[in-house]
């Protein structure tokens, strides 16, 4: 059971959530957090979804039925909020009747007549409350959640250039192969010191390799021509 000045714990939240689905309403005491209110008993009876709002408990507070966070209550003790039993009146009473104030409700229960004194017996009740009414809790505006943050990953591995997007947990482009001219355009949005410095470190290896491959590609032509010719001298 959480303490009045700590809150309800995630395992208290539960059970409150499974009490309601029950049809109970759990009493709870506001804590210190919940402000002028604090030590005062409430009935928990509703729980909304704490992604909008902090403010999820909804507690019924005398006439009210107002949004707070797990930290402005915590569950009320056993026994809380019970009235001692009053004695039994040793003769019956006849109770005039009672002027009640703004400050006061006014409960009237019959009880069972008597043969002997024909006298009707009324047990008056008098709820006390308070002279100053609750401060009423102005529930707090949920913030709108924004869209979930896009990542678009340029990336150059093994000779290709690649482009993938995402948003949030969902891919919304897997790695497709860009020409090297359209990554460089790409890079050269980038202005952050060494990107530009890598990048021309990349292509310069990659013209490297292709005048390479060309050399040797020019090489072999050659030594087929030459070979085409000796066969054509032949014939």
Same mark, same amino acid.
């Given at each position: 059971m959480? %303490?009045?000045?700590?809150?309800?714990?995630?395992?208290?939240?539960?059970?409150?959530?499974?009490a309601?689905?029950?049809?109970?309403?759990?009493?709870?005491?506001?804590?210190?957090?919940?402000?002028? $209110?604090?030590?005062?008993?409430?009935?928990?009876?509703?729980?909304?979804?704490?992604?909008?709002?902090d403010?999820?408990?909804?507690?019924?507070?005398?006439?009210?039925?107002?949004?707070?966070?797990?930290?402005?209550?915590?569950?009320?003790p056993? #026994?809380?909020?019970?009235?001692?039993?009053?004695?039994?009146?040793?003769?019956?009473?006849?109770?005039?009747?009672? $002027?009640?104030?703004?400050?006061?409700?006014?409960?009237?229960?019959?009880?069972?007549?008597?043969?002997?004194?024909?006298?009707?017996?009324?047990?008056?009740?008098?709820?006390?409350?308070? *002279?100053?009414?609750?401060?009423?809790?102005?529930?707090?505006?949920?913030?709108?959640?924004?869209?979930? #943050?896009?990542? $678009?990953?340029?990336?150059?591995?093994?000779?290709?250039?690649?482009?993938?997007?995402?948003?949030?947990?969902?891919v919304?482009?897997?790695?497709?192969v860009?020409?090297?001219?359209?990554?460089l355009?790409?890079?050269?949005?980038?202005?952050?010191?060494? $990107?530009?410095?890598?990048?021309?470190?990349?292509?310069?290896?990659?013209?490297?390799?292709?005048?390479?491959?060309?050399?040797?590609?020019? *090489?072999?032509?050659?030594?087929?021509? %030459?070979?085409? %010719?000796?066969?054509?001298?032949? #014939?």
């Open positions: 959480g %303490a009045a000045g700590q809150g309800l714990s995630d395992d208290e939240v539960r059970g409150i959530r499974e309601l689905s029950a049809g109970r309403k759990p009493k709870v005491v506001f804590t210190a957090a919940a402000g002028q $209110v604090a030590g005062q008993l409430g009935q928990v009876v509703e729980l909304t979804d704490p992604a909008v709002s403010e999820f408990v909804v507690v019924r507070f005398g006439r009210d039925e107002l949004p707070f966070s797990p930290a402005d209550v915590a569950v009320a056993r #026994g809380a909020g019970r009235r001692p039993a009053e004695p039994a009146s040793a003769e019956p009473t006849v109770v005039e009747p009672t $002027v009640v104030e703004p400050e006061f409700v006014l409960d009237r229960v019959p009880q069972p007549r008597r043969e002997e004194s024909k006298v009707e017996t009324v047990e008056t009740k008098v709820d006390a409350v308070e *002279a100053k009414p609750p401060a009423r809790r102005v529930a707090k505006a949920a913030k709108p959640k924004g869209p979930a #943050g896009l990542t $678009v990953t340029l990336a150059y591995a093994e000779g290709e250039w690649t482009v993938a997007a995402q948003q949030g947990g969902k919304l482009a897997k790695p497709y860009l020409k090297p001219a359209e990554a355009r790409m890079v050269a949005l980038v202005d952050v010191p060494g $990107v530009h410095e890598a990048v021309e470190q990349i292509l310069a290896s990659e013209r490297s390799e292709a005048e390479r491959q060309a050399e040797r590609l020019r *090489a072999e032509l050659a030594e087929i021509e %030459a070979r085409l %010719a000796e066969l054509r001298e032949a #014939g």
